[in-house]
């Protein structure tokens, strides 16, 4: 069975910076795709960043130029490094990996953008 951990949700000031990694338990290469999403209090999950097995990366409006997704193939990981942070990011953040008609979640890693 396949397993996403996420991990490097914290408390952090407005305009500080995170570094979110999911850790695989399996080849990456496996996953067409994978992927960040945010879940914030009373809305609805959405795509924040996502990257493909040929290194095709895509974001959503709000993070761009802001945010960053890389893989380490040889870790099996997938981060989400996130500068300039805002309170609206605030977020349980979620890794997702796709392939063929599966899909995987991770079980969440809070951040919370406040001073």
């Known amino acids: 069975q396949v397993q996403l951990v996420e991990s490097g949700g914290d408390l952090v000031q407005p305009g500080g910076s995170l570094r979110l990694s999911c850790a695989v338990s399996?080849?990456?290469?496996?996953?067409?795709?994978m992927g960040w999403f945010r879940q914030a209090p009373g809305k609805e999950r959405e795509l924040v960043a996502v990257?493909?097995?040929?290194?095709?990366?895509n974001y959503k409006d709000s993070v761009k130029g802001r945010f960053t997704i890389s893989r380490d193939n040889g870790k099996n990981t997938v981060y989400l490094q996130m500068n300039s942070l805002k309170p609206e990011d605030t977020a349980v953040y979620y890794c997702?990996?796709?392939?063929?008609?599966?899909?995987?979640w991770g079980q969440g890693t809070q951040v919370t953008v406040s001073s």
């Open positions: 997702n990996a796709a392939r063929a008609s599966q899909v995987f």
């Open positions: 990257i493909t097995i040929s290194g095709f990366t």
């Open positions: 399996g080849n990456i290469f496996s996953f067409n795709s």
